[in-house]
């Protein structure tokens, strides 16, 4: 097996001293894989993305990470609202000196990066007034721009309708088969790492994580404790392939409470 | 796809430039035809274009020669460049703290400079030794503005705000303070005209400290301006994307502060002009800043010549043109705030 992409050794940090956010954390990423981190709010998964990013040190431990980061937050939000073109052309940073200007090659690489996402006749929209979905891919586009390795993304489907959510990630996994790119993504979505990651962790406490292949570590007994709700894993056929998903079992009992609390609200 | 992006581009960007350079040109000629002693606007394109603008010399029995060449060129000179510099720094800045509704006047740089200034007038200093004091002093305040935030631990952008407003307040009471003090019939007066801002002695040697100062800052200002996308993303999306922010932020800052201490120290205080011209700029190009630096620019030349055209013809006495600005500004501002809040840049 080749260097793995990332990797974590006994990762620990925290914000206030002695209150461990993440502790005794070890993964490894391999290159061209999508890893998914699972966990319930407060475990620690945007403290890891941080983390990875750069933009916190660890506290205790370490990590290495072989190739160039691009992150994606949640909820791309603008000042100003710069035109789609512009903002993918925010990827050639490194390669535009100081004292210059992005030059008519630079802007013809990230017109070719809209055009791989479909983007290309919103190149001068403003970036604003695109849907979450666009946003995100002109992100990813801005990621290609940029020539990074490792994508890191968090909660790439949460602001989304159903039909943008498919489309954005059957893009993260084709930036993972076709462009070799390594991605690291959260999501409070277990069907959405069953459907396009290879490893997930998921984020059980401190120092309690369990690391493994998506398909063999997402299982009803493990996503039952980690969220405390019950959830079926299910298995049928569509169109000749064999689908894999996971359901929240909203039982008729839970289901009538909240009925009836409404009705009575509204009297 | 080449031709594609020529075709993207919006049409009225690649010709502003252009057209504003021209408006400029025609509106500083026509600022030289103002004043008590009429000269003609023939006559002044004619000694306009025959005399090298900068080591005036020329028929110093010819009136209007005089009039035009030693009394009105440097004052329009030295108020296009302010406009130019207070509009570019406050483009500038409102990139760097992400926020439409800063002016350059933030950190603390105008009221460090007008400390200066009062304090030397207090001394009966020489006019350009004022101007030196009150140069020195703005950057003196940046640096206060600096330190403290750094004392911080982290240099936020929003400590450093902080910090502005600590030195700018502190420098605002020894203002005051100097003013209580001030011989109520000779110094006083001077005191406040000159904190009122005016641009009415204008020579050429301040004309030279100021275009040397823009010319070093806002050269540099306009290299940097596509950096300043960047820096407008955020700290985070910025530092993933390449960018070395603290050392960015602090030069641009650093750049914007020699512009307002020199516009400062050369003509008072001149207000909100730095914070509506960028207004005004980007809905003629929109808000990326490798467009909207020289627009601001421009748009900030032709903003202060103008006011102060009117400043120096409205009325029988000259208004001070920091009263001006402040007066014509607020309503200005008023309307781009309901015209533009709907539009995005209020967003959290």
Redesign the interface.
């Known amino acids: 097996m080749s260097e793995p992409a990332i990797s974590l050794t006994n990762l620990g940090y925290f914000y206030r001293p002695n209150q461990w956010v993440l502790r005794h954390c070890d993964t490894r990423v391999a290159r061209g894989s999508v890893f998914a981190l699972l966990g319930p709010n407060g475990r620690g998964k945007t403290t890891l993305l ?1 983390l990875l ?3 916190l040190k660890p506290c205790e431990g370490g990590l290495s990470v072989n190739g160039r ?3 994606v ?1 949640q909820l791309f ?7 789609a ?2 903002m993918a052309l ?2 050639r ?2 390669k ?1 000196g ?5 030059s ?1 090659d630079d ?2 690489a990230a ?2 990066a809209l ?1 791989r996402f479909g983007m ?1 006749d919103y ?2 929209r403003p970036f ?1 007034e695109l849907s979450g979905g666009q946003r995100q891919l002109i992100i990813f586009a801005r990621v290609l721009v ?1 020539e990074a390795d490792i994508l890191v993304l968090d909660e790439p489907t949460s602001a989304l309708d159903l039909e943008n959510q498919s489309l954005v990630l059957e893009r993260i996994s084709s930036l993972a088969r076709n462009d070799r790119l390594t991605i690291v993504m959260t999501t409070h979505h277990p069907h959405h790492a069953l459907a396009v990651a290879d490893d997930a962790l998921l984020m059980r406490g401190q120092g309690d994580y369990l690391f493994g292949r998506a398909r063999e570590i997402l299982t009803e007994d493990n996503l039952c404790s980690l969220y405390r709700a019950p959830l079926k894993r299910i298995a049928f056929e569509h169109e000749g392939r064999e689908i894999e998903t996971i359901a929240p079992i909203l039982t008729p009992t839970q289901m009538a409470r909240h009925h009836s609390q409404e009705t009575i609200g509204a009297e | ?2 031709i ?2 020529k075709m ?1 581009r ?1 049409p009225g960007a690649d010709c502003a430039p252009v057209l504003l350079l021209i408006a400029i040109a025609l509106l500083a000629l026509f600022s030289l035809t103002l004043g008590r002693y009429p000269v003609p606007f023939a006559d002044v394109a004619r000694i306009v274009f025959t005399t090298f603008p900068i080591n005036a010399v020329g028929d110093y029995e010819n009136a209007p020669w005089v009039v035009v060449e030693i009394v009105r060129m440097p004052r329009v000179l030295l108020v296009t460049l302010c406009g130019m510099g207070l509009a570019m720094s406050g483009a500038a800045m409102q ?1 760097v703290f ?3 509704l800063v002016g350059p006047e933030i950190a603390g740089v105008s009221s460090g400079a007008a400390l200066g200034g009062v304090a030397a007038i207090m001394l009966s200093w020489p006019p350009l030794a004022i101007v030196g004091l009150a140069f020195g002093s703005g950057l003196a305040a940046l640096a206060a503005a600096f330190a403290l935030a750094r004392l911080t631990g982290r240099a936020s952008t929003l400590a450093l705000v902080l910090s502005g407003v600590i030195v700018g307040g502190f420098c605002g009471s020894l203002v005051g303070l100097l003013q209580t003090l001030a011989d109520p019939t000779v110094k006083l007066p001077s005191i406040v005209y000159w904190l009122l801002g005016s641009f009415a002695g204008a020579t050429y040697e301040k004309v030279a400290i100021v275009a040397g100062v823009t010319l070093f800052a806002g050269t ?1 200002l306009v ?5 300043i ?2 820096l ?2 955020g700290q ?2 910025a ?5 070395n922010v603290e050392a960015l932020r602090w030069g641009l800052m650093g750049l914007v502060a020699l512009l307002v201490a020199a516009q400062v120290s050369v003509s008072g205080g001149v207000g909100w002009v730095g914070l509506i011209v960028p207004h005004l700029a ?1 809905m003629l190009v ?3 800043h ?1 467009r909207l630096l020289p627009t601001s620019a421009y748009l900030g030349g032709i903003y202060l010549l103008a006011m102060d055209d009117i400043a120096r013809s409205a009325t029988e006495q000259e208004i001070p043109i920091g009263l001006l600005t402040s007066a014509v500004g607020a309503p200005i501002f008023a309307f781009l705030f309901w015209k533009t809040q709907s ?3 209020m ?2």
């Open positions: 941080h990013i750069g933009a980061i691009a992150f937050p939000e603008v000042t100003f609202d710069y035109t073109l512009d925010m990827g940073a490194r535009i100081l004292f210059s200007q992005p008519r802007e013809e017109l070719a055009d290309a190149a001068q604003g940029a | 796809m080449r594609m992006s993207l919006k990139g992400r926020n439409p540099a290299a940097l301006r596509w950096r996308n960047l407008s993303l985070t999306d530092k993933a994307l390449g960018v980007r929109g808000p990326e490798t539009k995005g840049w967003r959290e």
